[in-house]
């Protein structure tokens, strides 16, 4: 996606988080507001995505083809790796988690199954402060997290993959589906 406007995509994600403003952030969404939480409720000043900042102290996001274990050992991934290769790409199976938004989002559904197409993950090492900080990592797949929300906001969802691909006119995603639902509720209420 490249840096550009990614700032100004992160101060309009803290004014989403701070004045309870409905956000859906979808893929690099997600990855934004994970910095932008890192930034300005863990306190990382330097939290960025090494696709924006190679040199980053803080690497937040980061590139697929050297995937982190929670422990923080790197296992290296290259398209010839039986592990898979540099981008994360088509179907996958994610798990909700209980009383979560996105389980009540997708009926109750412990397992779900969407779409992929990217190259930069959330990485795990931080996982424990998000939490300790209150973000929810509500999805995973394999180790990986795929969905993030805050409980005490009335609808904030990030997800790693891209509901749109799903969707169909007649058949709409449920993640797009509910933002909408929720959004015109409040604005009704407004």
Do not use: W
Request: with cysteine; net charge positive; proline share 4%.
């Amino acid at each position: 996606m490249g840096g550009r406007g990614v700032e100004g995509k992160i101060k309009a994600i803290q004014f989403a988080r701070e004045n309870k403003v409905p956000f859906l952030g979808i893929c690099l969404g997600m990855q934004l507001s994970m910095i932008e939480y890192a930034r300005n409720v863990l306190h990382i000043k330097s939290a960025n995505s090494i696709e924006f900042d190679t040199k980053t102290a803080s690497p937040i996001i980061y590139l697929i083809d050297s995937f982190l274990s929670a422990t923080g050992n790197k296992q290296v991934r290259t398209f010839e790796s039986p592990l898979g290769g540099t981008m994360r790409l088509g179907g996958y199976e994610c798990t909700t988690k209980e009383n979560s938004l996105l389980r009540r989002v997708y009926d109750g559904k412990k397992k779900i199954k969407e779409r992929h197409r990217h190259r930069y993950e959330a990485n795990p090492i931080y996982r424990k402060e998000f939490e300790k900080a209150g973000m929810i990592i509500s999805g995973e797949s394999d180790g990986l997290i795929e969905a993030i929300e805050l409980k005490e906001h009335p609808f904030f969802l990030g997800v790693q993959f891209h509901p749109e691909f799903t969707s169909r006119l007649t058949n709409p995603n449920r993640v797009l589906l509910s933002f909408c639902e929720v959004a015109l509720r409040l604005n009704k209420n407004a």
